[in-house]
């Protein structure tokens, strides 16, 4: 995929296009934060595309966010925004996600991106729940007719990749915290998505077999990653995307993917 966006990269560039930019917006010193960022600089690099990083200190007020996030905004040069959650307590985060221009919310987390997706129209969507899609259809899993369970409702997995697999004709059952007999629920999935942040939650009795599962958790124990599956699920299902890996790379590459398509959306 990082291959494809090189490729639409280098074709914009050779046309006489400007190449595209995508800014990072960090505030404070968070290491997690500092680690996914030094990525996001280093997946750019690869495909062409350039970045750069606008670093605000822990004790900044949402204002101050929302007026630099403006004048990335307002900069030509800029084809993606994003804003590293997360923000210090005292800065709203749904305001700093908002102030960003929605041609340029790569994370899709603007309302007005989450909104045309549940109309069914053009939209930069998040990474992850565009990524899991991308997953299923680089294996060719039949996703139409098929019946999905998701667990997990938040803004950026669970919810999006619901609607992203009913757009796709799905029959989807969302799962959460006060579900009952979630159980019963998962086995009759053809499509398990575990979005919940509990290690190895899912365990083969709860998977249909034959089943296309994907683990989105990250959970760390005891220094390692966890997924939300346990990998003994892997004898059961027809497919599983492992963590680590999978959902993981996947949604770094769906960060330059759509920092291409917003440059390609905003400038055609
Ligand atoms: P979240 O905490 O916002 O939401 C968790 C959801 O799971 C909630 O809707 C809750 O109702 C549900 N849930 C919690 N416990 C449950 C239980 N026992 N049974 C059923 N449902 C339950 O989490 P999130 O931001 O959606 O992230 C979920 C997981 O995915 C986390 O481990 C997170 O680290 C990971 N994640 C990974 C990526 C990636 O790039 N791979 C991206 C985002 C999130």
């Known amino acids: 995929m990082l291959e494809e966006v090189r490729q639409g990269v280098a074709r914009r560039v050779a046309g006489g296009g400007p190449r595209p930019h995508l800014s990072v917006v960090l505030v404070g010193h968070h290491p997690a934060s500092e680690t996914y960022v030094r990525h996001k600089h280093r997946d750019a690099e ?36 994003l804003v590293q959650t997360p923000l210090p307590p005292q800065v709203a985060t749904g ?7 929605p041609a340029r919310d ?3 987390l603007h309302p007005l991106n989450q909104g045309r997706l549940l109309r069914d129209e053009e939209a930069l969507v998040a990474c992850t729940p565009a990524g899991i899609l991308r997953l299923l259809d680089d294996h ?10 998701v667990i997990g409702r938040s803004t950026i997995v669970g919810k999006p990749v619901a609607i ?53 958790g990250i959970n760390p124990v005891d220094g390692k990653l966890r997924g939300d599956v346990d990998p003994a699920v892997a004898e059961k299902a027809g497919w599983l995307s ?10 770094r590459a769906m960060l330059m993917w759509n920092t291409l398509k917003a440059e390609q959306l905003r400038r055609p």
């Open 46 to 81: 690869q495909v062409g595309i350039t970045s750069s990083d606008h670093r605000l200190p822990e004790t900044v007020s949402t204002e101050e966010v929302v007026e630099l996030v403006g004048h990335l905004n307002a900069d030509p040069a800029v084809s993606g925004i």
């Open 95 to 101: 305001v700093a996600l908002e102030a960003v221009d």
């Open 106 to 108: 790569v994370d899709g």
């Open 140 to 149: 060719q899993v039949e996703i139409e007719g098929r019946r999905a369970v």
């Open 164 to 216: 992203l697999l009913l757009r796709r004709n799905a029959t989807v059952t969302v799962c959460h915290s006060r579900t009952r007999e979630l159980d019963e629920i998962s086995r009759q999935a053809d499509i398990l998505v575990a979005a919940l942040g509990r290690p190895h939650f899912v365990r083969p009795e709860m998977v249909k077999e034959g089943a296309a599962v994907v683990d989105v």
């Open 242 to 251: 492992p963590v680590p890996g999978g959902v993981g790379p996947m949604t």
